[in-house]
């Protein structure tokens, strides 16, 4: 059974910096893409990064935020800088089986983690 744990969100002013941590268990980091989406009341889940065969990140968060992985510790991480309000939302992690799918399309993720909040205000 495979199983994605995110943690690391919070509150944090604008400018500010959280890395958000995925911890998998059932199925290793290294042989799926893995994803980080975020998803605001009303909208529909949005992909940010991801990481497999190579990187890949929306635009809005080029240059800001990085993804990374920890083979060791089967963790995927997002380190977040520079954060802004309109990063604010419910950050998901994800996992493919498919060794560099569509990446930015939520539906070619097998399984998901639970969520973590990430609030940037004032």
């Known amino acids: 059974q495979v199983q994605l744990v995110e943690s690391g969100g919070g509150l944090v002013q604008p400018g500010g910096s959280l890395r958000l941590s995925c911890a998998a268990s059932?199925?290793?980091?290294?042989?799926?893409?893995m994803g980080w989406f975020r998803q605001t009341p009303g909208k529909e889940r949005e992909f940010v990064a991801a990481?497999?065969?190579?990187?890949h990140y929306t635009d809005s968060v080029k240059g800001r935020f990085t993804i990374s992985r920890d083979v060791a510790k089967n963790t995927v991480y997002l380190q977040m800088n520079s954060l802004k309000p309109e990063d604010t939302a419910v950050y998901y992690c994800?996992?493919?089986?498919?060794?560099?799918?569509?990446?930015?399309?939520?539906?070619?993720?097998?399984?998901w983690g639970q969520g973590t909040q990430v609030t940037v205000s004032s």
């Open positions: 059932g199925r290793p980091v290294s042989s799926s893409t």
């Open positions: 990481i497999g065969i190579t990187t």
């Open positions: 994800a996992a493919s089986r498919t060794p560099w799918p569509t990446v930015v399309d939520p539906n070619r993720y097998n399984y």
